[in-house]
Each structure stands twice: as structure tokens, then as C-alpha cells.
């Protein structure tokens, strides 16, 4: 349609002026000088040979150069149809399990980096520990078997498949055993799937190995109560703990778990209404579970047991017969006072053992019996099920097959070819079994001495399902799609015993909907989903029945006297050797895992090896220092390790950790520290971690990976600690509240108009065990330096734990010097004994100063404020002046020597691309040269407050948790903002215990400390 | 000015008989228009051995990142700001010979103030090389200067690191043009001396064409004064603010009032020590004796004795208020330094730099060639050492004792430094083979003044004070390079 409105662009060409019309003529308003450039010089002239020369040279140069430049060529491959729940850059999270505990994966773009405890944990409510953190990275590890291998080389599965099934079948046709052996089956449905495969092969049948079993515990109740159960310990429910050699906040049993349960006792809440448990600790190295004790009475090894005896004494007001006196004084009072302690909190008293010897549990069982601890403290009817390895069991295997009876052993996650005490044994007996299948997903001890391995997905990579105690289930589902041509072990058992099932999804599913989902009222598909969503379901537990003891403790008494006896070490050169797990590698199976190698021990900080813990006076007697090799021999065997000098050691006892000297565990953990497996033995049915040995020197040095070097913390007010006694009469004692001087501020305040972002860091809560510092280096994309890097100060941990000794001279436990308390470095040195020791624990990071001494000094502005209160890094505008880091009164900010992540001079174990795949693509990896530190995960700040504002809402409290705080078990740490009075931090900030680590500084740190408050019985012990 | 005659009682500064102004730029540009001499070689060649080790050392920390060094978590200073300081402070003499010295009217800085102005520019670049190596990523070095640039990103004026840049490069480039400017004169000399060919271009270019009139010479004149009165302040200013690098931060055995003039006289203590150090075998292989003189050393000397007593006095001052401020951490910072794990760099620095210039006291002693070149050395060290103590064991023990570690250097960190005294001396001994190493116009205008000839003209005149010239033969006694038989004749 035509339309007859006439459209103008100005007022000239509406008023159509002359000088409009003319311009309009021409296309530019300025003429172009196109004829002089056509007639001149320009077109007209020739080009001269020699600039054509010189064009043509600067543009063969220019290209070749060009060309040297290898362009990386980036294969990507973009979603053709994207997966609906994958939104790149937003991460999804999976309920699943790991080894127990409900867990939450964190997965970016459809690859797993990250696990977190799931808030509904019935175990650890959410904390997860520094294993469990770490576990993530062994998915990426390149180790990791690619495919099966049939007699040492890759085969297919169907070939595998083929050669076990006609294997098994010959085995069970010839009459021959089949033994499944693994470490503690807890899945339900793993149970299962071989009971199937025994039905299948009824000469089939299941063996628990456990590398530190729990044995003598099984046993103990089978005498005691005819239940031959691990227990369900409940420490909230304890007043006073005594444990003999328990590390129960360490490795023993649970330890998140008991973690929980022990601070639930002792942290700010239980405080806060005037409450606090007591625990005494008798032992002979120095455990983390020792170091939280109230009392730690270092006894030998051989005396442990006599110690449970004299307990029982005591309490019963018996002798038993094999009552020998205890060697110190000490210990005997302190037996007396415990004695006394215990029966006053009758019923809600505990008493725990780690020895593996059955008549050390069996008497352990009379003395809870006679507290009433069983249906309180101890429950029997709901056990555990995380260990149930009888040692026995295992030591016959290895003698049916060394009889040539077995015809086909499989392992799963068991290898005892490195952990078995007696190594040539199970060499052995392999040699004579026709088909060792290990599913093995590293070619380990085991594997290499097996003709078929099948290795087994990796847990983020499984489903499956978990029941850590009795009543508790969890269910495992896979997280990514298997990395490698895998196969999960219980699918490969599916196939070879020919399951109508074979998918092992499948077996699953059918196993949760016809069994278990009913126990958490759920049923049918839609319950399986609910199920998926939630992670767990728990049953109500079974009431406690009474308990009557029937073991005879007099013989048990008999027996702990005569073991004691046999382990006394006499003679210069013999030593009590203890071996025992520690919190980072624990029995082994984590040797290749770089975070845990490298994440300090909880006690004695040392990184990257094992080592003999040793008494210093001892060490002096026999004339080693920190870092002296000796060679400790016994049983035949003999290992050469540096020397700890350990406070708190017994005498004349030597603490070895397992885990170490790994051969086929991968380039992380091989002839990482020694292999103290051996020094093991069997008898009375258990196999035993303590024996006699011999130590000498070897001249030689190896000094220790340590990441710290200095030990008491110089009476400094960077620690404030008080007795319980203390605290009761006043709330806020040992801290500055009341005593405040005046301060000064050079500068203005820092505008914090929203957020004021502060921690409170409760010092009565935190054990000191470190899963903070793997679950920030997991977080925050923490470069692993290696032991030499370590040697030389250059850990890069955001958060570190600092590890003190205090001494207090006369058993005085008042805070001040007049009345005795020893922590200077001098005056340590003077002293004799440096047994009786106690230890604070004190989680260390930026503290976000609001007067910070590294932003004053930066010439470049890297670090500056942020208006919520953070203390920021710029690592694009560093220079790396370290400035900043010399003028940190904390000493927390963390320098790149190198560059961590391809410099190929040392390997850090994270320079392949595959295992780069597990780095936070949140966070930047940080170049060499650049300043780096705690950012209070920044990250998850602003995801926090994204995720508010899109939905429109206020950020609400609670909401935003950092990494470390999230995974800690004993909730030592709260993060909030402090510009909300009524968050839980601001309360805890306010609480009367809250001091700031150097606030005289008037730094202004935006962490405080909660004084730690010790529930100390040492005047009495005096 | 040179006609006047001199106090007879004012001891010479040019020794020497029958010394013309011929003689003197004979002498003066022996080495620069003669091939170089079999010493100067070996020196040459072990001195740029050592900036070859420089250069391994500094590229391998290039290359591979600040690791190669020894430090650590905690000790984020150690050799490196170390050396820094130890630089800077020995370039404060040149700068205090040329500009004080030139202020106060003190001639007898004329026949050193030429290799002490060297000194100092090479010391500032050996300094220099420290502030830019030391950084973590070195070749972002620019961030730090004020630029604009389109992501509004500027500089931490309140950061002493801030200031410290601006001090240096002020201070090597007023001390480079003071120098060269100074060099004019005796550029033309050589220029004027040379055959027509490349080395009479090069020198003629050099000589900005002086023409040796009237007038250049006094613009000459003014432009020295005005030069040195802005490198007056610098003398002062540079290592106040170098000593602001820890004297602004909160470390304890840092955080310090005193720091300023302590610095700065140890700053003028160790430069005197190397000017003495350079110029006492300068003036033996190059046949300078009658214009570096005893006089010349012996003053030194003495300010050497009296910045080194200045030294002493803050040394006691520090631990006297790390009593008596009753802060625990900077208590321990000073009991730590004297009786901690590194109590031996304490005693080193102690002894070399308290104990040790007390010694002058004895004439014999500050008028005796090898023990003031000896002397010299040590003091080199104590003071190394001094900055070593201030830096390392104040980090590695400050408030948390978790942190506490021990600093061990690295090869490479031994690299840097040894490799740092060998380009310095590199580029010390090519200056003294293609420039005059004595100003020659400045000693030339002593000669009718104050030599030794013209006060024994004075005295062969008669119409002296007995008593002064008895005291003016007396001072000659210390001379090595007055032939004393000559006096011998008079009364």
C-alpha cells in the first residue's frame, strides 16, 4: 500500500535549502581526491624491483615467523544436546556415600571436585574427615588401572570374564576352596551380591580382613555377652571418658563420629550451661585423642593393660589375681582418681580400650559393666558394622592355601600382600592358589601377585549403598560416568556367578525397593527418588537388652599379666614398639592421595613420612636427635626411620605409624616412609600391634618434613587457656573483656554497609585433626609442594593447624607463671620431665584484619579491603614483593616459589591434565611469584549472595558455609556476618570467652578465639 | 682562588715535588691512554668471573622462580634485601664526599670524590638489580611506577616499598648527572689528548663539546653547587627511607623510631669502608700516592670511627628500649638476636662494626695502609651483617611461635650476592680504564694551594711561625709519600 506521509531527516531538506540540495548530490560531503591520486604518483608509477623485493621479504618473514608459533589446538567438544541438569559454571550436587557417611558430591560440569558431608549425617552431622576430603583426587589419579589385565597384561573383560567363570568352575568342580576376601563389607547390598555368589559357589566363602582390626574388641563381647558385635559407642552420653590406648578421635572405630559426640560434651553449648565432660587418657604415644584429653597419663605399652586392670580394681574394690603395681606413681593415682571419677558419673561413665588383645577388652567389658554403661554409653543391640575382620579367620586362610586347599582367592579393597604382618606368607600362599583375582583399581602389593585383576570403579564412579551402623543405610550413586574401562566389582561378581541381574544399578534398586527402603517408610519408585534426593534413611533403634557378663575376668587378668610381662622390654637397647594409624594415610590404602601426604599430623606435624616417635629424655639416653635415623628390629625385621623427639611419650616405648613404604601403591606414595606392617604377630586369635624390639642408631640423618618447627607457644597470649574450675567462677576468664585499653585508629573505618564477614573459632571444640586443611586445599585449588618443598618452609596450606605443648610444673594448672605454668623454650629445655605435657590445638588463617599491616605496605595495591569486611588478594596485580607476608603478625600468607603447576623440576602430582580436572574452576590457580591466603572461600560468598539475589530474598544466616567450617565435625568454627546481631556469630563473637589472637596489635582481626577451658584434675594428681 | 696561600699548619693534599699540571693529567690518565697493565687484567678477569656468576645465578631465579632462593614462609626477606640495603648504604658516601663535602668547602675531597662517585653508581645498580630480582614476578616491575592506565589501577602511596622506588631511581639519577657533569673537564682532557680517530669521536661526544672557556667554567662551578645541593637531602633521604621498609611495618626488631639516623650513619660507615676498600689499591697499582694521600685516609678514618661509634650508640639504644617499651615481642626480638639460634650474626656484626672502628683511636693504627684497607673489610662485613640481623632474625621469630623456622641460604642465593661484588667491580674496573679516576681539573686547582710544594715554598719564604711549620713537618711524618729528608735542612 502506498502511503503519502513524507518522511524527513532535518529541517534543511524539509525547507529543501540550496545548499542542502547541492550537498545532497554528492555521496561525501568532502570531495575525495581520487583523480589526484589516480593521475599522480600513486597508480601511475611502476613498482620498483626493490620494493617489490623488500614487500615480498617482510611478508615470507612475517609468515614464517607467524608460523614457528605453535598454536595449541583445544579440543572441545560443545553439548550437540545439552544435558538439562548441566548448566556450565552452576554446580549440582549428589547425595552419595563414602564410607558410611552420607555425603554430598560437587560436580561442575558433569565432573566431580568435591565432597561434603551431608547436614543429615547420622554419624558426623555433616563433617567429613580429611580422607574423606581428599578422596575425590584419587578419581583423577593416573595411577589408576586402565583396563583388566589377564596374566600381567590388558586383556578385554569378556576374555576376563571368560577365564574366571571357567576358573571358579573348575575350582569348585576340583573340590577346591574360593575365598572372597575383603576389608569390612558394610554395604548391604554389596552382602548381598556374595551371598549370591556363595549360593552360586558353595565352596565359596567371605572373609573380613581389616589391616587394624578390631578383633579383640568382636571377641570380647562374644565372651562377655555372647554377642560377638563391635559396639555403638555414644561419648555425649559419657561424663567421664577414661580411655586405655584409645585414639577414638583419631583412627579408632569412627572418629568423626566420636568427635561429634565428645564435643557435643564440651564445646561452647555444653559450656554454656556449665557443663563439661571429663576424659582421662592413659597411653603410650601421643595420639590427637591424648592431646584433647583432661588428663594424659603416659603409660608403657606392656602396662596398658595392667592399667585396665588396676581400673578394675579400683572400682570393684577386688584384687584380681595378675594385679602387678604400676610402674609410676602417677599412673597409679591417676587409676585411683579415675576409679573415683567413673563411679560418681555411674551410667554415664565410659571406658574404652584400643588394645587388640581380647582379654584387654574383656576386661574393658567387666569395668563398663560394672558402671552401667552398657544401654547408655555403650550400645550392644545397634552395633557398628565398620569393622568386622576377625583375624583369625584371615590367618586360616593363608594356612588352607599354604596347603594348597584354596583354588581361587578374590580381593576386594583388601591387600594384604603389603598389610598382612607375615608378607612372604601371603606370597606363599598365592603361589599356590590357580586364580587370584584382585579388583584392585591400582595394580597394589596384592594385584601384582594376582593373574587376573579387574579393577573397580571408583566410589564417585558406583552405586551402591552403605550401613556404617546398624539402622543407619546411605546409598552410593555415581557421580560421573567411569573414567577408564572399569567395571564395579560387584557387577564383576554379578557376571561370574552368573546373577539373573547382572547390572548391578539394577541389583541395587531391587535390594533398596523390596528391603530397605521400608525401614525408612518409603517404598516403590518413588521412594527409590526420594531416596536419591536425601541420601540415608535411618530406623528407629532397638532398645537396649540388659547385659550380664560371663567372661572370666580373672583368667583375662591372668592373661593381660602374662602379655604384659612378655612385652616389658629390658636392656638398654630394647624398646616397647607400638604401631598404630595415623589420621592422614591410615592403614595404607591412602598412601597415593598427595593432599593426605601432605597434610601434617594432626601431633607431630610431620608431612610426607613415618617416622619413631620417641620420649626425648629416652631419645638423649640413647644419644639421638629429631632426625637421626634408627633402626628399629624385631621378629626379623628391621626398618630404618628418623627419630620424632614426641612430649608425652611413654619411656622406653618407640611409636611406629603403618601406612608408609608402600611399593605398588603409585608415584605419590612408593617408598613414601617405612613399612612397619611386619613387625605385626599373631596370637591369642588377634593380631597384635605391639612387641618388643630393638633400636639403635645408624649414624644416618633424614630430617623431617615438619611444618612446625617450634612447639611451645612462649607463655605468648596467642593461647588462653583455662581450667573449667576457672571458668565457672568467671565466664570470661583468661580473656581481655573488662580490661580493654583505649585504642587509637591512624586511619578511618572501613565501610561494611551489607556484610561484615567474621569467624569464631571455638578452641574447646576444635581436636586439631586437620580435615579443615584438606577440605581448603580441595576448595581453594591448594598446590601439594612435596616433602623437599616442605623441608624447606614452603607448605602453601590456607589454613593451618598450630600445635602447642605447655608444661605445668607441679601439676599447677593456674595460668600464670608465679604458680608454675612452663612454655618457654628455655625453660622447657631445663627440665627433666617432659612427660606429663598438655597440648592446645589452634586453627590458624587470615584473620581479615580491619587495620591489616599487609595492605598498608603493598606497593601496588594487591591487597586491599573489601567492603564486606575481607581482606582481598589481587593475584593478577601482585608482584610478589612479600612485603605483606613479612608484616603479617600471623605469618599466614603463602608465597609461589615455583610454579606449582608446570614447573616439571618437581612433581606435584597435580601436573596432568586429567588431574587438573579436579581443580575448582571457581577459583583461579595462582602463577609463581604471586602472594596467596585464606579468602574466606570468597567464592562461596558470592555464590551465597548471587543465589539470594536471584531468588530475591535476603542471604539468610547459616547459609553460606567456608570449607573448612563445613567439614568440620566438632563445629569449631561459625562463619556469618557480624553486621546481623542476631547471627549465630555475632553470638558467639560475643560470648564471654571470645579473645583475639594478638589484639593488642589493634590490628582488629575478624577472628576470635574461644578461650580453651581444660576440665583439669591435676591438683589432685599432684 | 688558587692563588691564596694556604695556613701553613693545614696539612697538604698534594704531595709531591716539582708536580705540574702536566703531571698531573699524566698521571691521572695513565691507565685510560695506556694498554692496561697485567693487574688490572687479573682483576678484570676474577671480577667478571663473579658477574658471570651473577648472571647464572639471577637467570636461573628467572627462569625457574623465587624458590631457587632459600627463603621460606616466614623469612620473606633474607639475602636479597640484605644485599639491597647493603648496596644503597655503601653509595651514600660518594654521595656525601661529592655534595657534603663540597658544601662545607672541604678540598680534600677533590681527589676522591671522582672513584667515590663511581662507587655510588654502581653500588645503586648493584642495589637496583636487588629490587627487581627480589620480585615475584619481575617482569610486571612497572606496576610499580605511578602510570596511568585504563584500569585506574595506581600505586600504595603509603607503602614504604612505594617510596623506596622513587628514592633510588631519584638518587641514581641525580648522582649519575652530579657525576658525569663532574666528569666534563677531564673528558675534554682526554679528547684534547687523543689522536684523530674513534676514540677522539668518542671522547668528543662524550665532552658534550666543552670548550674550557671562562664562562662554561663557571656555569661548571654553579651547576656543581646547585647539583650538590640537591644531593644534599638525598644523602639523607634515601636511606631514611630505605630504613622505612621496616621501620613502617609492625615485625618486632623493625618496628623502630630510631631506624632513620641509624641507618643513615651506618649508610656513610659502610661507604667510607669501601671507598677505602677501592681507593687504597686503586691509589698503590695506579701510582696515585701523591694525590691520595695519608691525609686523605686518615680522614676517612676518622669518619669511619665516628659513624661507626653513631652505629654503636643505636645498637645499645634498640635493646635499651626493647626493655623499656615492656613489649614481650620486641623484648624477645633483641634477647633472640644476641642469644638466639643466630647469635653469631649478631657477634659478627657487633664486633666488626662496634668494636673494631675504636681501633682508630691509635694514629698508628688509622695511619697504617694494609690495616685501614684490612679494616675496611671487616667493617664491610659487620656491616652485611648488621642488615642480615635486622632482616632474618627479626622474621624468623616474630609473634607466632608456630611459625618460627630457620632460614638457610640456597647456592643461588650466595650466587647473587658474590656475583653482585663482582659486576660491581666489573664495572668499577672498566671505569677506571676509560675514565679518569681522579677528578683532574678539581686537584689541579689545589696544586697552588694546598700541595706540598707550594706550603714548602711558603716555608722556604720564611716569614712562618716556627712553631706551626715544626707542627707541619711533624704531620708529615705519617706520609708515605713525602720524602722527609728534605725538610731535613730546615731549622
Request: proline share 4%.
Amino acid at each position: 500500500m502506498d502511503s503519502n506521509k513524507k518522511y524527513w531527516k532535518g529541517l534543511e531538506e524539509l525547507n529543501k535549502t540550496p545548499e542542502f540540495v547541492e550537498k545532497n548530490k554528492h555521496e561525501f560531503a568532502e570531495p575525495l581526491p581520487i583523480e589526484e591520486v589516480l593521475s599522480g604518483a600513486g597508480l601511475a608509477s611502476r613498482t620498483p624491483r626493490r620494493d617489490f623485493l623488500k614487500a615480498l621479504g617482510f611478508g615470507v618473514g612475517a609468515v614464517t615467523l607467524a608460523a614457528c608459533q605453535k598454536v595449541p589446538v583445544h579440543k572441545s567438544i560443545p553439548y550437540l544436546i545439552k544435558p538439562e541438569e548441566v548448566t556450565p559454571g552452576v554446580a549440582n550436587y549428589y547425595t552419595s556415600t563414602y564410607n558410611g557417611h552420607a555425603i554430598l558430591v560437587k560436580t561442575r560440569e558433569g565432573r566431580p571436585i568435591k565432597v561434603e558431608g551431608n547436614p543429615g549425617d547420622l554419624l558426623a552431622g555433616g563433617g567429613l574427615s580429611a580422607q574423606a576430603q581428599a578422596s575425590v583426587l584419587d578419581l583423577y589419579d593416573t595411577n589408576r588401572l586402565k583396563d583388566p589385565q589377564l596374566n600381567g597384561g590388558d586383556a578385554g573383560w569378556d576374555e576376563v570374564d571368560a577365564f574366571v567363570k571357567q576358573q571358579l568352575a573348575a575350582a569348585q568342580a576340583g573340590g577346591k576352596k574360593i575365598r572372597i576376601i575383603s576389608s569390612t563389607v558394610h554395604s548391604p547390598s554389596t552382602q548381598a551380591v556374595i551371598n549370591d555368589f556363595i549360593a552360586k559357589y558353595p565352596a565359596a566363602a567371605h572373609i573380613n580382613y581389616d589391616a587394624f582390626s578390631y578383633t579383640g574388641i568382636i571377641q570380647a563381647n562374644q565372651q562377655s555377652f555372647g554377642k560377638a558385635v563391635l559396639p555403638h559407642y555414644n561419648f555425649d552420653k559419657a561424663d567421664v571418658i577414661v580411655s586405655v590406648g584409645a585414639d577414638f578421635l583419631g583412627s579408632w572405630i569412627s572418629g568423626e563420629e566420636f568427635t561429634k559426640q565428645y564435643v557435643s560434651n564440651r564445646g561452647s553449648k555444653a559450656l554454656e550451661s556449665k557443663k563439661m565432660s571429663r576424659h582421662i587418657q592413659f597411653e603410650s604415644g601421643m595420639s590427637i585423642t591424648g592431646t584433647n584429653a583432661d588428663a594424659r597419663i603416659p603409660v608403657k605399652v606392656s602396662e596398658e593393660g595392667l592399667v585396665l586392670v588396676a581400673l578394675y580394681n579400683a572400682i570393684s574394690g577386688t584384687t584380681l589375681p595378675g594385679t602387678k603395681k604400676l610402674e609410676s606413681a602417677k599412673a597409679a593415682t591417676a587409676v585411683t582418681l579415675a576409679a573415683k571419677e567413673l563411679l560418681a558419673a555411674k551410667g554415664k561413665a565410659l571406658v574404652v580400650a584400643g588394645s587388640n588383645e581380647v582379654a584387654n577388652q574383656v576386661v574393658a567389658n567387666a569395668i563398663n559393666v560394672l558402671l552401667g554403661s552398657y544401654g547408655a554409653t555403650i550400645d550392644l543391640d545397634n552395633p557398628s558394622n565398620q569393622y568386622k575382620g576377625n583375624d583369625a579367620q584371615f590367618v586360616a586362610f593363608i594356612n588352607e592355601a599354604k596347603r594348597g586347599e584354596v583354588g581361587a582367592a578374590i580381593f576386594l579393597n583388601a591387600n594384604p600382600a603389603y598389610d598382612y604382618f607375615n608378607a612372604k606368607d601371603v606370597k606363599d600362599a598365592l603361589g599356590k592358589i590357580k586364580l587370584k583375582v584382585s579388583f584392585s583399581s591400582q595394580k597394589d602389593e596384592t594385584a601384582d601377585l594376582a593373574n587376573v585383576i579387574a579393577p573397580n570403579h571408583h566410589y564417585l564412579e558406583s552405586w551402591g549403598d552403605d550401613s556404617a551402623v546398624s539402622g543407619y543405610y546411605t546409598v552410593l550413586q555415581p557421580t560421573i560416568n567411569p573414567v577408564y574401562n572399569t567395571r564395579q566389582a560387584e557387577q564383576s561378581l554379578l557376571i561370574w556367578s552368573e546373577n539373573a541381574v547382572t547390572d548391578y544399578y539394577t541389583y541395587v534398586r531391587n535390594n533398596w525397593v523390596n528391603n530397605l527402603l521400608t525401614l525408612g517408610g518409603l517404598s516403590g519408585q518413588s521412594g527409590w527418588e526420594t531416596l536419591l534426593q536425601t541420601g540415608f534413611v535411618k530406623v528407629a533403634p532397638k532398645t537396649a537388652a540388659p547385659v550380664t557378663n560371663a567372661a572370666n575376668v580373672s583368667a583375662a587378668a591372668q592373661l593381660i599379666a602374662a602379655n604384659s610381662a612378655k612385652l616389658a622390654a629390658s636392656g638398654d637397647d630394647k624398646v616397647e614398639l607400638q604401631l598404630y594409624i595415623n589420621t592422614a594415610i591410615g592403614d595404607g590404602s591412602y598412601a597415593n592421595n598427595p593432599w593426605l601426604q601432605e597434610l601434617p599430623d594432626p601431633v607431630s606435624k610431620v608431612t610426607w613420612d613415618n617416622y619413631a616417635a620417641l620420649a626425648p629424655k629416652y631419645a638423649e639416653k640413647l644419644g639421638v636427635e629429631e632426625g637421626d635415623v634408627v633402626k628399629i628390629e624385631a621378629n626379623g625385621y628391621s626398618i630404618e626411620v628418623p627419630v620424632l623427639l614426641q612430649p608425652g611419650q611413654a619411656q622406653g616405648t618407640v611409636s611406629v605409624a603403618v601406612g608408609y613404604g608402600r611399593t605398588h601403591s603409585g608415584l605419590v606414595g612408593n617408598s613414601v616412609g617405612k613399612n612397619a606392617y611386619p613387625f605385626a604377630s599373631f596370637s591369642n586369635g588377634t593380631i597384635g600391634k605391639t612387641l618388643v624390639a630393638t633400636i639403635s642408631k645408624t649414624g644416618e640423618v633424614s630430617p623431617l618434613a615438619q611444618t612446625q618447627t617450634h612447639h611451645s607457644y612462649e607463655g605468648r597470649d596467642v593461647i588462653r587457656e583455662v581450667s573449667l574450675k576457672e571458668y565457672l567462677k568467671d565466664p570470661a576468664a583468661g580473656t581481655d573483656h573488662g580490661k580493654e585499653h583505649k585504642t587509637y585508629d591512624l586511619w578511618e573505618a572501613h565501610e561494611r554497609p551489607v556484610y561484615d564477614w567474621k569467624m569464631a573459632i571455638d578452641l574447646n571444640a576444635c581436636t586439631g585433626c586437620g580435615a579443615c586443611i584438606v577440605a581448603c586445599s580441595a576448595e581453594n585449588n591448594i598446590p601439594v609442594v612435596g616433602k623437599d618443598e616442605v623441608r624447606r618452609r614452603r607448605e602453601m596450606h590456607w589454613i593451618r593447624i598450630d600445635r602447642y605443648y605447655s608444661y605445668e610444673k607441679n601439676g599447677q594448672a593456674a595460668a600464670d607463671e608465679e604458680t608454675g605454668l612452663v612454655t618457654k623454650e628455655k625453660e622447657i629445655a631445663k627440665l627433666e620431665d617432659l612427660d606429663h605435657v598438655t597440648v592446645v590445638h589452634q586453627p590458624m588463617m587470615c584473620q581479615h584484619c580491619d587495620h591489616a599491616p599487609c595492605e598498608t605496605v603493598c606497593p601496588v595495591l594487591a591487597t586491599v579491603h573489601s567492603s564486606e569486611g575481607l581482606n582481598q588478594m589481587a593475584y593478577n596485580r601482585c608482584v610478589g614483593t612479600r612485603y605483606c607476608a613479612n608484616n603479617c603478625p600471623y605469618k599466614v600468607r603463602r608465597f609461589n616459589w615455583f610454579n606449582y603447576w608446570n614447573d616439571s623440576r618437581f612433581d606435584n602430582y597435580l601436573q596432568n591434565e586429567h588431574t587438573q580436572l579436579v581443580l575448582n574452576p571457581d577459583v583461579t590457580t595462582r602463577f609463581r611469584g604471586v602472594m596467596e591466603k585464606c579468602s574466606m572461600c570468597v567464592q562461596r560468598i558470592q555464590a551465597g549472595k548471587l543465589k539470594a539475589k536471584i531468588e530475591k530474598r535476603p542471604l539468610t544466616d547459616g547459609e553460606i558455609k567456608v570449607a573448612c567450617q563445613q567439614t568440620c565435625t566438632a563445629n569449631a568454627i561459625i562463619f556469618g556476618n557480624a553486621n546481623d546481631p542476631n547471627s549465630e556469630l555475632s553470638k558467639a563473637l560475643k560470648s564471654e570467652r571470645t579473645y583475639y589472637v594478638l589484639q593488642e596489635l589493634n590490628v582488629q582481626p575478624g577472628i576470635g578465639y574461644q578461650v580453651k577451658v581444660r576440665n583439669t584434675i591435676e591438683n589432685e594428681l599432684a | 682562588m688558587a692563588s691564596h696561600s694556604e695556613s701553613i699548619i693545614r696539612e697538604p693534599l698534594i704531595t709531591g715535588k716539582n708536580i705540574t699540571y702536566a703531571q698531573i693529567t699524566n698521571e691521572v690518565l695513565l691507565p685510560v691512554e695506556n694498554k692496561p697493565n697485567k693487574a688490572w687484567w687479573i682483576g678484570f678477569v676474577v671480577a667478571s668471573l663473579g658477574a658471570l656468576l651473577w648472571v647464572v645465578s639471577i637467570s636461573l631465579t628467572f627462569w625457574y622462580g623465587l624458590g631457587e632462593w632459600g627463603l621460606n614462609k616466614t623469612v620473606g626477606w633474607a639475602w636479597d634485601i640484605t644485599g639491597f640495603v647493603w648496596w644503597v648504604g655503601i653509595g651514600h658516601a660518594g654521595t656525601l664526599i661529592s655534595a657534603v663535602l663540597l658544601l662545607f668547602r672541604q678540598n680534600w675531597r677533590n681527589s676522591i670524590n671522582r672513584s667515590a662517585e663511581a662507587m655510588t653508581i654502581f653500588a645503586v645498580i648493584c642495589a637496583a638489580t636487588y629490587i627487581v630480582a627480589h620480585m615475584g614476578r619481575p617482569w610486571l616491575a612497572y606496576f610499580t611506577l605511578p602510570l596511568p592506565n585504563q584500569y585506574v589501577l595506581w600505586v600504595n602511596w603509603n607503602s614504604a616499598l612505594m617510596m623506596d622506588v622513587f628514592a633510588i631511581s631519584t638518587y641514581f639519577s641525580v648522582s649519575l648527572v652530579f657525576w658525569y657533569t663532574g666528569l666534563l673537564p677531564d673528558i675534554a682532557t682526554i679528547r684534547d689528548r687523543a689522536v684523530p680517530g674513534l676514540r677522539r669521536r668518542i671522547y668528543s661526544i662524550l665532552s658534550f663539546g666543552w670548550s674550557g672557556s671562562v664562562k662554561t667554567w663557571q656555569r661548571f662551578e654553579t651547576v656543581s653547587l646547585i647539583l650538590a645541593g640537591i644531593s644534599t637531602p638525598l644523602v639523607l633521604s634515601v636511606h631514611t627511607i630505605v630504613s622505612f621498609d621496616f621501620a613502617t611495618s609492625l615485625e618486632p626488631g623493625w618496628h623502630t623510631t630510631i631506624f632513620p639516623p641509624y641507618f643513615v650513619a651506618g649508610a656513610i660507615f659502610s661507604g667510607f669502608a669501601m671507598v677505602q676498600t677501592l681507593l687504597l689499591v686503586t691509589r698503590k697499582v695506579l701510582g696515585l700516592e701523591n694525590y691520595i694521600t695519608m691525609f686523605h685516609i686518615e680522614s676517612m678514618n676518622k669518619i669511619i670511627t665516628l659513624t661507626g661509634s653513631i652505629v654503636g650508640v643505636a645498637y645499645l639504644t634498640e635493646f635499651f628500649i626493647a626493655w623499656y617499651s615492656g613489649v614481650e615481642y620486641e623484648q624477645y626480638a633483641f634477647i633472640n638476636r644476641a642469644t638466639g639460634p643466630y647469635w653469631w650474626a649478631y657477634w659478627s656484626m657487633m664486633s666488626c662494626n662496634v668494636i673494631s672502628p675504636q681501633l682508630f683511636w691509635f694514629k698508628k693504627l688509622r695511619t697504617s695502609i694494609p690495616f685501614s684497607w684490612a679494616l675496611s673489610i671487616v667493617v664491610n662485613i659487620g656491616m652485611w651483617f648488621e642488615r642480615f640481623v635486622i632482616i632474618v632474625t627479626s622474621l624468623h621469630r616474630d609473634y607466632i611461635p608456630s611459625s618460627w623456622v630457620m632460614f638457610y641460604p640456597s647456592w643461588v642465593d650466595v650466587g647473587v650476592f658474590i656475583g653482585s661484588i663482582g659486576l660491581f667491580f666489573t664495572m668499577f674496573l672498566l671505569f677506571i680504564r676509560f675514565l679518569p679516576s681522579v677528578a683532574m681539573a678539581e686537584v689541579k686547582l689545589l696544586l697552588k694551594s694546598s700541595s706540598e710544594q707550594a706550603k714548602k715554598k711558603l716555608i722556604d719564604h720564611g716569614h712562618l711561625d716556627a712553631e706551626q711549620v715544626a707542627d707541619y713537618k711533624d704531620a708529615l711524618k705519617k706520609y708515605d709519600s713525602v720524602d722527609l729528608a728534605d725538610y731535613e735542612t730546615i731549622k
